[in-house]
């Protein structure tokens, strides 16, 4: 399984970033994708995930409205749309492969749920 993140870059707040992770190695149509972000000093969480089987989405409360999820099968491609960056969101963005569907039976996003990880993609936001 290889996932390749991309799309960070310094923003000022209040801006856009779009960043893409492309999977390959794996059944794309199974499973779930997820988002995650580490900001320096502070523990690795989760951001926001899609089930690639029904298209279900789920986000954390701090990204929700702001944040989309998307994926396009065609491509093998998971995208997040970040809207209304804040220089809390400021972070090393990582996106990960769940292939055993254990975000089914979990409340939240665990990292631990995701045995898979690509390479991290830096979103700076200035205020």
């Known amino acids: 399984v290889q996932l390749q993140a991309s799309g960070g870059g310094l923003v000022q707040a209040g801006e856009s970033v779009k960043l893409s992770c492309r999977a390959s190695g794996f059944i794309f149509d199974d499973g779930y994708i997820g988002w995650f972000r580490q900001a320096p000093g502070k523990e690795r969480e989760g951001v926001a995930c899609i089930s690639r089987a029904d298209g279900s989405t789920y986000y954390i409360d701090s990204v929700r409205g702001r944040f989309i999820i998307s994926s396009d099968s065609a491509k093998n491609t998971v995208y997040l749309q970040m809207n209304s960056l804040k220089p809390e969101d400021t972070a090393v963005y990582y996106c990960?492969?769940?292939?055993?569907?254990?975000?089914?039976?979990?409340?939240?996003?665990?990292?631990?749920?995701?045995?898979?990880w690509g390479q991290g993609t830096l979103v700076t936001v200035s205020s």
């Open positions: 990960a492969a769940d292939e055993d569907n254990k975000s089914l039976y979990s409340d939240g996003l665990p990292p631990s749920n995701y045995g898979s």
